[in-house]
């Protein structure tokens, strides 16, 4: 038997599912098909030149009126998304890219749109993305970073894979790229760092480089003292020792980002962090005695550390006494033509003049191992690695960007590993497909540029850029939304967003400078939080639109808990990053009022979650509204919002539990994430009741279910309580105390 693939080349044209996707395919454009998943639904791209080079611009056809979204690097660290319809449409520096094919076919059995996602990959020592021009062609860059790496062809330069579920469609094709390449893992296959259920508190925001030990008390106190005890904490940037060599210059740009081009000159702590003399009789480490006061005291669990990938900003300074071995010697950073055509960059421009003391690659696993040996014998859990993609512009006599890279993920993971028990590692500053693709351990990465508590351009296209490249990196790691204020014109929007994204939730406020009713929305009192169970995605309807710009279209993020799921709708017009300015800033002063629907579909697994005997039947329950609404199958439930607004509806499927008795648990109802309180639900029926409806949950407050009947009685922990029942919308609540012991588990009975 033949089988025959969905995805051809002919006559010029690349034809997907027996539609043409791209017309004017060039000769040299090669199509392998993968083996496994890939057989039928995917390819891999490739081309061929007439002459070895370090960089090529390979032509794979015109692309014209076909609806894409895909994820660019706006600049070196970041990604942003785009969409479009042609060729031209297609940024400088795609790492991702999927379509919808729509089928215009009478037959109704036949899928009303067919998908297809585009991978550029690594292949040997090159990198590839993708590009469009100005006649509508979609291009492929191809370049090693190194002009003594020179190769005429590229075989696997890009995978594409197609389907009718986008979601799916991307997962099977990051997959079949695992199985090709063996370079990187899935992130179904890492470990999840523990720190990800509990609150957080980040020093950035609140000190910046200013930061000190007892700076790090205050943070930690101020938060606990009002309810939101952080059992989290990163230690951001100014603890480490540094010194400059700067060069003097008359260029503003590079004097403005000298700070950048300070460099490495100890392993440990700074002087801010050291024990003054005669304070103490412990001779440890400041830095240990700081962890262990923190942990003791303030009952932190995970303390994590920042570093930059080539351990400072500007490197390891060269030859520094103790750190001779590292080799370190400077090098100028040489950013690629897709870089350099969209947004400058300040540290850029900097270390391209200063230059940065790169730790010779090896070397570097030493470096790691003994920075992190330290760290860990202080007593940190893990490190936030920042700057990373700089590795990527020093490729050059080193085997090029890839093969660079590459040699500093390998030694950090390594280190990483032997370092810090529970894969304690963020990913910063990283979105490269250099990265992406050689990562086999690494399990949280930062998902988009930083929260901005002073840039009113920053908060509505943070949000949609995280709902956006999640697609993309929440098939390698669990994305982090970044820490956000919660004192902040914009703090309930940011942490609506992070209660649904998956993400771990911390705040980077200043000691004293706190809303704790927000807070309380997101942090149980034992300092546990309500994580929903996967990387929070755009819903199917928001692939395609642009919720940023196009002034039409509210922005729809799906996730799902244990028992339920839930969808969180923004108002992300007005902002975003613009291709002309080469910024992020403001296109419309004045955003107007939006008006979308949420369906139960819109939470992508709900069925599978629900299991086989649903009838598709739910209550959507709006977190802002209080109201608890009855959806049948295929109904709508309309929202309106203003520009930085927001409503969290939280899909729970309805069960029969006796003859023309429904119910439906639901969750917390004064948390953001309500229904990811809920841990497990069971029905057990006896003779002496209808039915008995047995919920476990976490957290206190109040707790809320749905139920067609009025129960007979609830028992908490087998303890009978009152309990309030609306017949109108058939909502029960009651009333749950805070419990004695961390992460516990209430057992919920409601006889019906």
Not at 83 to 92: A, F, K, Q, S
Request: glycine share 10%; aromatic share 10%; with cysteine.
């Amino acid at each position: 038997m033949t089988i025959k693939s969905k995805i051809a080349i002919n006559n010029g044209e690349l034809i997907v599912h027996g539609k043409t996707i791209l017309t004017g395919v060039p000769e040299n454009i090669v199509l392998t098909h993968a083996s496994g998943t890939g057989l039928v639904d995917g390819a891999f791209i490739g081309a061929t030149a007439d002459e070895p080079k370090s960089l090529h611009v390979f032509t794979m056809g015109t692309l014209k009126d076909l609806q894409f979204m895909c994820c660019f690097r706006f600049k070196l660290w970041w990604m942003t998304q785009r969409m479009g319809t042609n060729g031209r449409d297609v940024p400088l520096e795609t790492q991702f890219m999927l379509m919808e094919s729509p089928n215009n076919s009478t037959d109704h059995e036949a899928p009303s749109a067919v998908y297809i996602v585009f991978l550029p990959l690594l292949d040997g020592q090159f990198r590839a993305a993708l590009q469009g021009n100005e006649r509508d062609e979609l291009e492929i860059t191809f370049e090693s970073g190194d002009k003594a790496v020179q190769t005429s062809q590229g075989m696997h330069m890009v995978y594409m894979h197609v389907g009718t579920n986008p979601f799916h469609v991307v997962n099977q094709a990051v997959k079949v790229a695992e199985k090709q390449m063996q370079t990187f893992h899935h992130r179904e296959k890492k470990k999840l760092p523990s720190f990800l259920d509990w609150f957080g508190w980040c020093t950035w925001d609140a000190f910046y480089t200013d930061v000190t030990a007892e700076g790090v008390h205050q943070g930690l106190k101020s938060l606990s003292e009002g309810g939101a005890p952080p059992h989290f904490l990163i230690i951001d940037d100014g603890w480490q020792q540094i010194g400059s060599e700067i060069k003097s210059t008359t260029d503003v740009i590079v004097q403005e980002g000298a700070q950048f081009a300070n460099r490495l000159t100890g392993i440990k702590e700074n002087a801010k962090f050291q024990n003054k003399k005669g304070e103490s009789d412990d001779q440890s480490p400041g830095l240990k005695q700081l962890v262990d006061e923190v942990k003791q005291h303030n009952h932190v669990k995970y303390v994590y550390i920042w570093h930059a990938m080539a351990g400072y900003w500007g490197g390891v300074k060269p030859a520094t006494a103790g750190m001779e071995h590292y080799e370190s010697a400077l090098a100028y950073p040489v950013q690629s033509p897709g870089v350099m055509g969209n947004q400058p960059d300040i540290v850029m421009d900097s270390l391209s003049v200063q230059g940065l003391g790169l730790v010779h690659p090896k070397k570097v696993y030493d470096f790691y191992n003994e920075l992190h040996t330290y760290l860990a014998s202080c007593g940190v859990d893990g490190v936030k690695v920042d700057v990373q993609n700089i590795i990527e512009t020093l490729g050059a006599g080193h085997g090029g960007r890839v093969s660079l890279t590459r040699a500093y993920h390998q030694a950090l993971e390594a280190s990483v590993g032997r370092n810090f028990t529970d894969n304690g590692c963020i990913s910063c500053m990283c979105h490269n497909t250099d990265m992406l693709y050689s990562t086999k351990q690494t399990a949280v990465v930062r998902a988009s540029d930083d929260f901005y508590p002073k840039d009113p351009a920053s908060h509505t296209i943070h949000i949609s850029s995280v709902a956006y490249n999640t697609l993309f990196l929440g098939e390698f790691m669990q994305p982090d939304w970044d820490m956000f204020h919660s004192l902040n014109p914009a703090a309930e929007y940011h942490g609506a967003a992070r209660a649904i994204g998956g993400c771990a939730i911390y705040v980077s406020d200043k000691p004293g400078q706190h809303n704790f009713d927000l807070l309380r929305k997101l942090v149980l009192p034992d300092g546990s939080v309500l994580r929903a169970q996967l990387p929070g995605r755009p819903t199917r309807d928001c692939l395609f639109s642009d919720p940023a710009r196009d002034g039409t279209s509210l922005l729809k993020i799906w996730n799902v808990n244990k028992c339920s799921g839930v969808v969180g709708v923004f108002n992300c017009q007005g902002a975003g990053w613009c291709r002309i300015a080469k910024k992020t800033r403001i296109h419309d002063v004045a955003p107007g009022t939006l008006t979308g629907s949420v369906c139960v579909e819109d939470v992508d697994s709900i069925a599978e979650l629900a299991g086989s005997d649903w009838d598709g039947h739910a209550v959507v329950y709006g977190f802002r509204s209080g109201e608890l609404v009855r959806l049948p199958k295929g109904a709508t439930l309309p929202v309106t919002l203003k520009v930085l607004e927001f409503e969290l509806f939280h899909v729970c499927p309805i069960k029969v539990i006796a003859p023309n008795i429904f119910f439906a648990p639901i969750g917390l109802l004064d948390m953001f994430n309500s229904t990811g309180a809920v841990e497990q639900f069971d029905i057990k029926n006896n003779e002496e009741t209808t039915a008995n409806v047995i919920i476990q949950f976490r957290g206190c407050g109040r707790f809320g279910a749905y139920s067609s009947q009025k129960p007979g009685k609830c028992f908490l922990d087998s303890l009978e309580v009152q309990f309030n029942y609306d017949s109108d919308t058939g909502l029960v609540t009651i009333e749950v105390p805070v419990p004695d012991k961390e992460m516990y588990k209430w057992t919920l009975e409601i006889q019906v």
